[in-house]
């Protein structure tokens, strides 16, 4: 499966952002999906992950109220809505396709997309 992540530009602190990662060459209806954040310098670390059906969520404690993880199974469609974003928000944002359960470990994932960079200005 191939995934493209967009959606990232720059916005003012409290502002809000969608990104949308889109699946092509297989349907994402079996996969449990992820977001995963990227600052300079730092490790890639957990933001959002769901179920292949929606019925489970689970989000990083950073973004937890402010971030929300969904997905369209019939527009091959996963999305992150960000809200109130602060200035640690700042990175590239990257979301991934794994088997079975959804779950936090990056290294759980089998496809990832190439990242999408999302600012926020103090």
């Known amino acids: 499966v191939q995934l493209q992540a967009f959606g990232g530009g720059v916005v003012q602190g409290g502002g809000s952002l969608r990104l949308s990662c889109a699946a092509s060459r297989r349907t994402l209806g079996s996969y449990a999906m992820g977001w995963f954040r990227q600052a300079p310098g730092k490790e890639r670390e957990f933001v959002a992950t769901?179920?292949?059906?929606?019925?489970?969520?689970y989000y990083a404690d950073s973004v937890k109220g402010r971030f929300t993880i969904s997905r369209d199974n019939a527009k091959n469609t996963v999305f992150l809505q960000m809200m109130n974003l602060k200035y640690e928000d700042t990175a590239v944002y990257y979301c991934?396709?794994?088997?079975?359960?959804?779950?936090?470990?990056?290294?759980?994932?089998?496809?990832w997309g190439q990242g999408t960079q999302v600012t926020v200005s103090s």
């Open positions: 769901i179920s292949w059906n929606s019925g489970r969520t």
């Open positions: 991934a396709a794994k088997y079975g359960s959804p779950g936090g470990p990056k290294d759980e994932y089998d496809y």
